[in-house]
């Protein structure tokens, strides 16, 4: 299993655009808007600056770019190539497979974050999280929510181009509709009404909020709606990968007790 593990990493590194979403596409948005918007104290952000109230909402972009794009595009790309049948010689089921896939790109989505966060402290002297540990946990609640949603993005799509193509949809439509990338503070009420309907912004508001210490309590409403998401996915990509293993399998062997039968009844003719 750590083998494998090993080998997951390094067939990430080799997959550019994955590499940038998740390492690299946060600290360079992270410069960008520092030097537009500088980072002083505004009323509209509660007292924080800019870049104070936008690290947390980049990580969590960083973690649907693993989620909706990263992990969907390779999962599809080794099934349509084959592998995930090879895979499926080995002694694991294939949730275990996906629960590997899952800790992979979360051990790269803290690259990514501690990357975002290092600049931000040195250039921008961003405070640390009031209470680390309950940081933790909402990185953890937010990365199993948004990964589940990508889980099933993968299992439904049978090519890469169409994980590509949906994942980018995705990712995209969350980005701007979620306060990820615009502060929902500067957001118009259509727009804020809007946004009540995309999963990453209640993993945006639990973030910003556990980042400047409020207790886990104070947003238990957006930890069940995210805890939702995850059953709601996860049943359902569990019940896809069970018809296409055995439903599949059954269609396959009905069709050939099919033509055995065509067979002999030909040669009795």
């Known amino acids: 299993m ?42 509209i952000f509660g007292g924080q600056g800019s870049v104070d109230i936008s690290i947390p909402a980049y990580m969590v972009i960083i973690i649907a770019g693993v989620s909706l794009l990263s ?4 999962y599809s790309g080794s099934k349509e190539r084959g592998e995930l049948r090879r895979q499926k010689m080995m002694p694991v089921s294939s949730m275990s497979l996906l629960m590997l896939d899952g800790i992979v790109y979360l051990l790269l989505a ?3 974050m501690a990357l975002t966060f290092i600049i931000g402290h040195i250039v921008y002297k961003t405070p640390w999280p009031n209470n680390i540990w309950t940081f ?11 990964f589940s949603i990508g889980i099933l993005l993968a299992v439904l ?11 980018f949809a995705l990712f995209f439509t969350m980005l701007f509709l979620s306060g990820a990338s615009t502060p929902l503070e500067m957001m118009n009420d259509t727009m804020l009404k809007i946004s009540d309907y995309i999963p990453l912004k209640y993993s945006v508001v639990l973030m910003r909020n556990i980042w400047v210490g409020e207790p886990l309590s104070k947003v238990k409403n957006e930890i069940g709606v995210l805890l939702l998401i995850m ?23 009905k069709s050939a007790n099919n033509k055995g039968l065509k067979g002999r009844c030909t040669n009795e003719d």
């Open 2 to 43: 750590l083998k494998l593990l090993q080998i997951k990493i390094k067939l990430f590194f080799r997959d550019y655009p994955a590499v940038f979403f998740t390492i690299i596409f946060c600290p360079i948005l992270l410069l960008i808007f520092g030097i537009a918007m500088g980072n002083d104290p505004n009323p």
């Open 71 to 74: 992990f969907p595009i390779a």
């Open 110 to 112: 803290l690259v990514g």
């Open 136 to 146: 933790i946990i909402g990185i953890l609640i937010s990365y199993i929510s948004i």
């Open 157 to 167: 799509c049978k090519t890469a181009k169409a994980a590509q193509a949906l994942g």
């Open 231 to 253: 059953a709601a996915c996860i049943i359902l990509s569990l019940v896809i990968i069970h018809y296409s293993e055995f439903g599949g399998l059954k269609k396959k062997t």
